[in-house]
């Protein structure tokens, strides 16, 4: 069982940054993929990125690619979303999820464990 922790959301202007976190404890948070998805008003969970626990290789949604950065530390136990350039479309709640069990990982149902969320909110 993983228990999942994020923080650092907040309100921010167009164009601004916001470094989100994700704070896990449990066992075997190194041998678990870590992924950030978003859920605006009246829409269902997006992808948003992904690092693979094995080479810490990483994807993203097309919407963040080359303005988002996830990263891990496993030493800490902590995962985080780095948001550059943020947009009034980035508006949502963040949620930080960890242990894939399918080769999907752009789907919210092959993620097991699931933070409570955290609210980003961008100005125009």
């Known amino acids: 069982q993983v228990r999942l922790v994020e923080s650092g959301g907040g309100l921010v202007q167009t164009g601004g940054s916001l470094r989100l976190s994700c704070a896990a404890s449990?066992?075997?948070?190194?041998?678990?993929?870590v992924a950030w998805f978003r859920q605006a008003p009246g829409k269902g969970r997006e992808f948003v990125a992904t690092i693979f626990w094995n080479d810490f290789g990483t994807k993203y949604a097309g919407s963040a690619e080359g303005r988002f950065t996830i990263a891990r530390n496993n030493a800490e136990n902590t995962a985080s979303l780095q948001m550059n350039n943020l947009k009034p479309e980035d508006t949502a709640v963040y949620y930080c999820?960890?242990?894939?069990?399918?080769?999907?990982?752009?789907?919210?149902?092959?993620?097991?464990?699931w933070g409570q969320g955290t609210q980003v909110t961008v100005s125009s």
């Open positions: 999820a960890a242990y894939s069990t399918g080769s999907r990982y752009d789907s919210a149902e092959v993620w097991n464990y």
């Open positions: 449990g066992r075997n948070f190194d041998s678990y993929s």
